[in-house]
């Protein structure tokens, strides 16, 4: 159940060209602790409750168990979590043997774009597409835990 992931900001929509699917997602954090964070998921018509652990070192795995709950479940589980809902809308794009997940961010995390790919092993060989742009992995602003408590648009830019 160890999760390995590497995720990066995306430069440009093109993408959405590739998708094969979209889906929206709104989630919630009964616990943001990088150490143990408990997630509320609505994924389209499904649910799950998600725990992951602390990251590696290297920021690229981490302890993930996730089971499926009810629509039910997750919307009286929902009312429970800490401030800051993530509304996002997720497009699915497979480049080569790989899936990128990228997340197209709505609400108070607005402009932000991220797309991030499961991998097998940490040094696993993948494709980046021209639509990738700097790799975030292990950024722990970049976790939507995080983004649940400081948004990407209250992020002071140069």
């Known amino acids: 159940m160890i999760e390995i992931e590497r995720k990066f900001l995306v430069t440009q929509d093109t993408f959405k060209e590739l998708a094969h699917s979209n889906t929206r997602i709104v989630q919630g954090f009964l616990n943001t602790n990088p150490e143990r964070t408990v997630r509320i998921r609505i994924k389209g018509n499904s649910a799950f409750l998600t725990?992951?652990?602390?990251s590696n070192e290297s920021g690229l795995s981490r302890f993930e168990w996730e089971r499926e709950i009810t629509i039910e479940e997750a919307e009286s589980l929902l009312a429970l979590c800490e401030p800051g809902v993530i509304d996002k809308v997720r497009f699915e794009v497979e480049i080569g043997d790989h899936l990128y997940e990228v997340d197209v961010f709505k609400g108070a995390n607005e402009g932000l774009v991220v797309a991030e790919i499961e991998l097998k092993s940490e040094d696993e060989f993948?494709?980046?597409?021209n639509w990738i742009g700097e790799e975030v992995t292990g950024d722990i602003k970049y976790y939507n835990s995080q983004l649940s408590k400081?948004?990407?648009?209250?992020?002071?830019?140069?």
């Open 150 to 158: 400081k948004p990407y648009t209250t992020w002071a830019f140069d």
């Open 126 to 129: 993948f494709e980046k597409p």
């Open 51 to 54: 725990i992951k652990g602390i």
